[in-house]
């Protein structure tokens, strides 16, 4: 598989070096518009980070703020989901392929969003 990274280096004091790990799983690699990749994202920093999730239930929006810490294990991103990890710093995910990452999965794969890497 070849796998590329991208370090984002910020001058910011408050952000960590290696402040976020992102994690994609991308199911049906010979047709990626088949199902929309899961991105998971882990906080490796001492500050943590604030998840803001953007969740559309029903016809309503509603918006969750939570605090990741590297305790928290990997939460996996929803598109309109903010991550705060400065006061300067704001990363949004957006992915046009579905709102909801777990749409369209078998069962199977929707059991392994649930997944906790250690």
């Given amino acids: 598989m070849n796998t590329k990274y ?4 910020f001058h910011d004091a408050t952000i960590s070096a290696n402040h976020l790990l992102f994690r ?3 199911y049906e690699m010979n047709d990626p518009h ?3 990749p899961l991105l998971y994202v882990e906080d490796h920093s001492l500050n943590g980070t604030i998840l803001k999730r953007s969740c559309v239930e029903s016809d309503t929006l509603a918006e969750e703020e939570v605090h990741v810490v590297a305790s928290s294990g990997p939460q996996l991103l929803n598109s309109g989901d903010v991550l705060t990890i400065s006061d300067t710093v704001k990363i949004e995910y ?4 579905h709102e909801n990452p777990s749409e369209g999965l078998t069962e199977i794969q929707y059991t392994e969003t649930m997944v ?3």
């Fill in 116 to 118: 906790s890497w250690s």
């Fill in 94 to 97: 957006s992915c046009h392929a």
């Fill in 34 to 36: 088949a199902n929309a």
């Fill in 24 to 26: 994609p799983i991308v």
């Fill in 6 to 9: 991208r370090l984002l280096n």
